[in-house]
């Protein structure tokens, strides 16, 4: 292995470009060099760069190492069956390299060639054991190949690997709670967190699953820690708001709110918590939350949530005649509606509405929208939709 190669290998990269594009300042022809500078642009996404070297490396012959460099070309280019034919070509030269059966692996599932994929990656894991990238991409795989139990086992590997190694965290995480162990991914999350302290999607990732638990506490504790880290990043600061609502922390989620609105950083996400808080002031400022419900809708054109809670809060508020804001709930569930017509939660508000004001056939025809989502049963929105046209007959 070259000085340039072993740079590459330590991670070196900026080090490994500059000395060979030193290099072949003095030796245009220099193939070491030419290789690792490809490699390097490669890598930085530059792939006509890399594509221009290449060639000149080519002119002195195809080798083991041109030959993968023409397949991740290939590959990154989304050009699957060059790819494949390039990761084979450096196989049938060296048949235990387990870059190009990482490759080749990866271009087969692409494929929809899911058996000759995980046998491609299977065998990169066994050429190099404890490469901690192919390892957790081949139990990425066996995952969405349906093998689920496997590939757990096989992410977890990754991780003990290199334990702050991220991806595999965050690829682990995410199948723990499609699988419905919210408990074991919450312990993944720390065990994350203390191999890799206050990352930021791992601490984001323990506010959603602990407010998913239920423990408002536990999530709080890092949603604080995340928004202390990140003082200008929107979503850190909505998650903190949010949760200091559910707290009861209704003054302090409003000072986040108006702190970010003061940074020129206003998102709906903000402005929804704000409503939220307005609302849940005693005694409630409606009207507060209303103007707050508004913003939300010109920050985001094309969101339905805003309009759909601004519909819900018009619909929950005293008035007299009791029906006195129906038009204008209607007004503004018909936006939510509009926004995202597959949402099935502003069809069946609207229903409601229309059913307050007596128009009872529009009522019936958002009911019917809400059945037509083919939500599953015991669904609340299902159950809801059916009982409303049971009740209008």
């Known amino acids: 292995m070259s000085a340039l190669e072993r740079l590459l290998e330590a991670g070196q990269t900026a080090k490994a470009k500059a000395e060979a594009e030193q290099i072949l300042a003095k030796k245009p022809q220099d193939r070491s060099a030419l ?37 991740n070309l290939a590959s990154q280019r989304g050009q699957l069956e060059p790819a494949v034919g390039y990761f084979r070509q450096v196989l049938s030269r060296e048949p235990l390299r387990g870059e190009a059966c990482f490759g080749l692996g990866l271009a087969l599932f692409k494929q929809g060639k899911t058996d000759e994929a995980l046998a491609a990656l299977a065998k990169a894991v066994q050429v190099q054991p404890k490469n901690a990238i192919f390892v957790y991409r081949y139990g990425q795989v066996l995952h969405e190949a349906g093998k689920t139990d496997l590939g757990i086992q096989t992410i977890a590997q990754a991780i003990t690997l290199q334990p702050k190694f991220l991806p595999p965290y965050l690829s682990l995480i995410e199948v723990l709670v499609e699988e419905g162990l919210a408990l074991q991914a919450r312990r993944l999350v720390q065990e994350g967190l203390r191999e890799i302290p206050n990352h930021p999607r791992l601490l984001a990732a323990l506010t959603a699953i602990s407010l998913g638990m239920g423990d408002v506490k536990g999530s709080y504790q890092a949603a604080s820690t995340l928004a202390t880290q990140r003082p200008k990043d929107a979503q850190a600061q909505a998650n903190l708001a949010l949760l200091m609502v559910l707290r009861g922390q209704n003054r302090e989620a409003l000072h986040v709110c108006r702190t970010m609105e003061s940074l020129g950083l206003a998102t709906a996400d903000l402005k929804m918590i704000e409503a939220t808080a307005h609302e849940a002031a005693e005694p409630p400022a409606y009207e507060k939350a209303i103007a707050a419900y508004e ?14 809670n601004l519909g819900q809060l018009l619909m929950r508020m005293p008035a007299t005649p009791p029906e006195k804001l129906m038009s204008r709930a209607v007004t503004v569930l018909e936006e939510a509606v509009r926004r995202q017509p597959a949402q099935p939660a502003p069809h069946l508000n609207l229903a409601l509405a229309y059913t307050r004001l007596g128009d009872k ?17 015991g669904d609340e929105l299902r159950e809801q939709a059916e009982r409303l046209l049971k009740a209008l007959g």
């Not at 056939?361 to 049963?377: D, F, G, H, I, T």
Request: proline residues 3%.
């Open 361 to 377: 056939a529009k009522a019936q025809a958002q009911a019917k929208a809400v059945l037509a989502a083919n939500l599953p049963e």
């Open 295 to 308: 913003e939300a809708m010109a920050l985001d054109a094309n969101g339905w949530k805003a309009p759909n």
């Open 35 to 71: 290789v690792v500078l490809s490699k390097v642009l490669l890598l930085e996404g530059q792939l006509e760069q890399a594509e221009k070297h290449l060639a000149v490396a080519e002119q002195q012959g195809a080798t083991a190492e041109t030959l993968l460099l023409r397949a």
